[in-house]
Structures are given as C-alpha cells and as structure tokens.
Nanobody, 120 residues
Framework: QVQLVESGGGLAVAGGSLRLSCKAA????????MGWFRQAPGKEREFVGG??????????YYADSVKGRFTISRDNAENTAYLQMNSLKPEDTAVYYC???????????WGQGTQVTVSS
C-alpha cells in the first residue's frame, strides 16, 4: 500500500506561485508514475500533469491549460513529487490531488487533496 499526502496549498494572488508537495509512505514510488489532478467546484476532476517513473526516464506530461506555467518534478530520495505552479490564474482554483500508478493512464493510489485558491 502507498499513502500519499499533499501539502503546500493555500491562497495566492493571480500571477503568483505555489509549490505543492506529495509525500509517499509505505513503499518507494520511484518506479511509479506520479500524477497531479484537480477538481474545481461543480466540475469534473481533470488531469494537470504527471511524471513517469525513473525506469522510464522521468518524462513529464502536462495539460494544455497549464503547459508553460506548471512544472512537475520528483525527488526519489525523499519519495516525494512536486508541482510548481507559476503565473497562477483564478481558474486554477481547485482541490489538487496527487496520485501514483504504474503508467500515466492508470492510477492506483490517491491523496486526500489540498485546496488552492487564486484571487484576482
């Protein structure tokens, strides 16, 4: 079993930055793809981006809506993934979730989420 805990959410102003962390426990996740998702009120959960496991080169993937503004990275020594969010917009307001899975299309483990609110 893998437990994921997100942190780093909060309030930001438009144009500002936040950095989310996703700490894994229970098992090393270096071979897992780590994904970030978000869900805004009244909307479906959407994919934000992901980073593949070390064995597949740590390739990153991003939704078009965040490309160029958000950066995903991982520190396998810390068993942690990160989501650096720059140039934030009010439409980035959502609960952000991290997830771990064996590939970018299938996630087995999910965190509880952290709220990000961007004011205009």
């Amino acid at each position: 079993q893998v437990q994921l805990v997100e942190s780093g959410g909060g309030l930001a102003v438009a144009g500002g930055s936040l950095r989310l962390s996703c700490k894994a426990a229970g098992r090393t996740v270096s071979r897992y793809t780590m994904g970030w998702f978000r869900q805004a009120p009244g909307k479906e959960r959407e994919f934000v981006g992901g980073i593949s496991g070390t064995w597949t080169g740590g390739t990153t993937y991003y939704a078009d809506s965040v490309k160029g503004r958000f950066t995903i990275s991982r520190d396998n020594a810390e068993n942690t993934a990160y989501l650096q969010m720059n140039s934030l917009k009010p439409e980035d307001t959502a609960v952000y979730y991290c997830a771990a899975g064996l590939n970018v299309e299938s996630y087995e483990y999910w965190g509880q989420g952290t709220q990000v609110t961007v004011s205009s």
